[in-house]
Nanobody, 120 residues
C-alpha cells in the first residue's frame, strides 16, 4: 500500500500564497509519478500540476505562472507552491501517486485531501 498525507491547506486572501506538502509512505510499490489535483464543489477533479514518470512537469493552464511543483525523491515528498491565489482556486486539493508493483501492475493512490479556500 501507498499512503499519501497532504498538509498546508487553509484560508487565504486573494493574492496570497500557500505551500502544500504531500508525504508518501510505501513498501512494495515503485512510485513513477506524483502530482496535485483539485476538486471544487459540483465540479470534476482536475489536474493542477504533476511530475511525469519521465521527470518532466505538467501544469494546468490556470496554474502556469502562479504554481510550482517540486519534490524530494529521497523522502518521496512533493510540494505545491501556490502564489497569486484567486477565489477560483478554492477546492479540495489531492496528492496522487502513480505506482508499479514488482510484477508490473499499476495503481494510482490518492491522499485524503487538504482544503484551500481563497476568500476576502
Amino acid at each position: 500500500q501507498v499512503q499519501l498525507v497532504e498538509s498546508g491547506g487553509g484560508l487565504v486572501q486573494p493574492g496570497g500564497s500557500l505551500r502544500l506538502s504531500c508525504a508518501a509512505s510505501r513498501s512494495i510499490f515503485t512510485i513513477n509519478a506524483m502530482g496535485w489535483y483539485r476538486q471544487a464543489p459540483g465540479k470534476e477533479r482536475e489536474l493542477v500540476a504533476r511530475f511525469t514518470s519521465g521527470g518532466n512537469t505538467e501544469y494546468a493552464d490556470s496554474a502556469k505562472g502562479r504554481f510550482a511543483i517540486s519534490r524530494d525523491n529521497a523522502e518521496a515528498t512533493v510540494y505545491l507552491q501556490m502564489s497569486s491565489l484567486k477565489p477560483e482556486d478554492t477546492a479540495l486539493y489531492y496528492c496522487s501517486a502513480e505506482t508499479t508493483t514488482r510484477w508490473g501492475a499499476r495503481y494510482t493512490f490518492w491522499g485524503q485531501g487538504t482544503q484551500v479556500t481563497v476568500s476576502s
